[in-house]
T-cell receptor, first 109, second 114 residues
Framework: GQQVMQIPQYQHVQEGEDFTTYCNSSTTLSNIQWYKQRPGGHPVFLIQLVKSGEVKKQKRLTFQFGEAKKNSSLHITATQTTDVGTYFCAGQAGTALIFGKGTTLSVSS | DTEVTQTPKHLVMGMTNKKSLKCEQHMGHRAMYWYKQKAKKPPELMFVYSYEKLSINESVPSRFSPECPNSSLLNLHLHALQPEDSALYLC?????????????FGPGTRLTVL
C-alpha cells in the first residue's frame, strides 16, 4: 500500500540550532500537509503544500514540496524550546491522509 | 467557533462495558474522522464520514461502531473492547471529504481498557 516515510525519527538540538525533517512518498501525492503535536496534545495543522516545487515560509519554518510531488521537508531555523514536539507529514492520497511516523524534536537550552 | 470538541477527556472501562465517545464541531465542516493513536505513533485512520455518510472504514473491528447523527456530531460506540484498544482516540473534521482540505483535530479521548 501507499506509504509515507519520514526521517529522522528523533532529533535533539541545542536551542538556536537548525532542524530539518524529511518525508518521502512511494507515490505521487495530490498535496502534503504538516502537523505538529506537542507532548500530551493533539495534532495541529501547520501548512498544506499543493504545487510541484512549492516553498512556503511561516516565520522560522520553511516547508518545501518536491518537483515530483513525492517528497517534502520542514526546516526550522534557530530552534526555540517552544518548537518541542512531534512533527508529522501527511500525504493526501484520494480522500485519506497517510501520515508519516513523525519526527520528535527535543530542544535543550 | 473554530474548534473540535471531544468528550470525555479520559475514559476507563472494563472489557464488558459499553461506552460512547462524542465529537462535535460547529464549523460547518462536512467530513468527520475517527483516528486511533498509540503512544509515539502517528494517528491511524479508523472511519471517515463525508456528508453524514460513512465513506471509509479501515477494517476496524466491529467492537467499534461509528455513528453520525447530524453534520455536527460524531459518535464512536465501544463494546467488548480489549486492553490493546487502549489509546488516544482523536476526532477530526474537514470542510469537505474530497481530499483537498486539511483536518482540524479535537483534543482526543484517552481510553484505558482494563
Amino acid at each position: 500500500g501507499q506509504q509515507v516515510m519520514q526521517i529522522p525519527q528523533y532529533q535533539h538540538v541545542q536551542e538556536g540550532e537548525d532542524f530539518t525533517t524529511y518525508c518521502n512518498s512511494s507515490t505521487t501525492l495530490s498535496n502534503i500537509q504538516w502537523y505538529k503535536q506537542r507532548p500530551g496534545g493533539h495534532p495541529v495543522f501547520l501548512i498544506q503544500l499543493v504545487k510541484s516545487g512549492e516553498v512556503k515560509k511561516q516565520k522560522r519554518l520553511t516547508f518545501q514540496f518536491g518537483e515530483a510531488k513525492k517528497n517534502s521537508s520542514l526546516h526550522i531555523t534557530a530552534t526555540q524550546t517552544t518548537d518541542v514536539g512531534t512533527y508529522f507529514c501527511a500525504g493526501q492520497a484520494g480522500t485519506a491522509l497517510i501520515f508519516g511516523k513523525g519526527t520528535t524534536l527535543s530542544v535543550s537550552s | 467557533d473554530t474548534e473540535v470538541t471531544q468528550t470525555p477527556k479520559h475514559l476507563v472501562m472494563g472489557m464488558t462495558n459499553k461506552k460512547s465517545l462524542k465529537c462535535e464541531q460547529h464549523m460547518g465542516h462536512r467530513a468527520m474522522y475517527w483516528y486511533k493513536q498509540k503512544a509515539k505513533k502517528p494517528p491511524e485512520l479508523m472511519f471517515v464520514y463525508s456528508y453524514e455518510k460513512l465513506s471509509i472504514n479501515e477494517s476496524v473491528p466491529s467492537r467499534f461502531s461509528p455513528e453520525c447523527p447530524n453534520s455536527s456530531l460524531l459518535n464512536l460506540h465501544l463494546h467488548a473492547l480489549q486492553p490493546e484498544d487502549s489509546a488516544l482516540y482523536l476526532c477530526a473534521s474537514s470542510p469537505s471529504g474530497d481530499g483537498w482540505w486539511w483536518q482540524f483535530f479535537g483534543p482526543g479521548t484517552r481510553l484505558t481498557v482494563l
